[in-house]
């Protein structure tokens, strides 16, 4: 893991500048953990902290990790774009974007390594960007949400059939209460498969 976290950041760092966008590496279980959370993008908090899912989202990994009885240390926890996306307003407020195209296409293979390195026993994707990173652009959360998958990953002459499970993105239910029911049962799903594989 910590030969790929510096090849990577060798290479991103001549893009980007440490100082300005730091890169935010995977965390936790690298080692064949139960489950490999992949996120969209670190936020403010994380790209101050250097680490994945903290601050607000930190708050949701909590409830996450609740239902499914494991510890943040039990688990791999990462992002498919590595660096915070940030916009600019004219009044030159800095906030969050979706990570466009570009960013996309430089950090996926990277992923896909990082994913074949990991080997986790379940891959979890929360929201559209990480589901697509894996399944292809067309792949869309809201028919694959909260139900088992499987996902061939490759990266250069290596491949591999990984277990997958999408869930929508907690910022994404924040403001939807039915959305909100339906990411509960999805990961009463996701617990009963963790448990009970069948
Ligand atoms: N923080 C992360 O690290 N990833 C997300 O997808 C959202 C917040």
């Known amino acids: 893991m910590q030969a790929f ?3 990577m950041c060798r290479f991103f760092q001549t893009l980007w500048p440490a100082e300005e966008k730091p890169i935010v590496l995977g965390e936790g279980q690298s080692d064949h953990p ?50 915070r996306p940030t916009k600019v307003s004219e009044k030159g407020r800095v906030s969050n974007r979706p990570p466009n195209r570009e960013e996309l296409a430089l950090f996926t293979p990277y992923l896909m390594e990082e994913i074949l390195l990991v080997q986790p026993q379940m891959i979890v994707t929360l929201g559209n960007v990480a589901l697509r990173s894996l399944c292809g652009t067309k792949a869309v959360i809201g028919d694959m949400h909260g139900q088992k998958a499987l996902v061939t990953v490759r990266h250069e002459k290596q491949e591999a059939t990984f277990a997958l499970f999408p869930l929508y993105h907690p910022a994404s239910i924040i403001y939807n209460r039915a959305l909100q029911e339906v990411y509960q049962a999805d990961l009463q799903s996701l617990r009963a498969l963790l448990y009970d594989p069948r």
């Open 5 to 7: 976290n510096a090849k």
């Open 34 to 83: 139960p489950v490999m959370l992949i996120g969209e993008a670190p936020g403010e908090q994380e790209s101050l902290q250097g680490r994945p899912f903290v601050g607000k989202a930190g708050k949701n990994l909590d409830g996450f990790l609740e239902v499914l009885s494991l510890n943040r240390e039990d688990i791999y926890i990462t992002n498919v774009v590595k660096i």
